[in-house]
């Protein structure tokens, strides 16, 4: 059975750090696309941050320099270091791995950022 768990959320306080990470349960995780998203109350699902196959990397603008996305394959687990974390930055975050045609997802973890 596929499984994405999602683990490192928390509270805290502005201009602070925290690491999310995205586990799976196989090595398939290896050769997927994993895509990191945040869902505020209210607001639609956006893209936070993209690591594929490849290494290559891309960030929304809101996050670029701040965040960054990276993997250890032998862990089989995909990391999102969050750092100079704002108010607005928070939100449930969420992995999504893409392993051809197949999407999978975590249940999520939340980021709080306030004083």
């Known amino acids: 059975q596929v499984q994405l768990v999602e683990s490192g959320g928390g509270l805290v306080q502005p201009g602070g750090s925290l690491r999310l990470s995205c586990a799976a349960s196989g090595s398939w995780f290896r050769t997927s696309t994993v895509r990191w998203y945040r869902q505020a109350p209210g607001q639609q699902r956006g893209l936070v941050a993209t690591l594929t196959v490849g290494s290559s990397t891309d960030y929304a603008a809101s996050v670029k320099g701040r965040f960054t996305i990276s993997r250890d394959n032998a862990k089989n687990t995909v990391y999102l270091q969050m750092n100079s974390l704002k108010p607005e930055d928070t939100a449930m975050y969420s992995c999504?791995?893409?392993?051809?045609?197949?999407?999978?997802w975590g249940q999520g973890t939340q980021v709080t950022v306030s004083s």
């Open positions: 999504n791995a893409q392993y051809y045609q197949h999407m999978y």
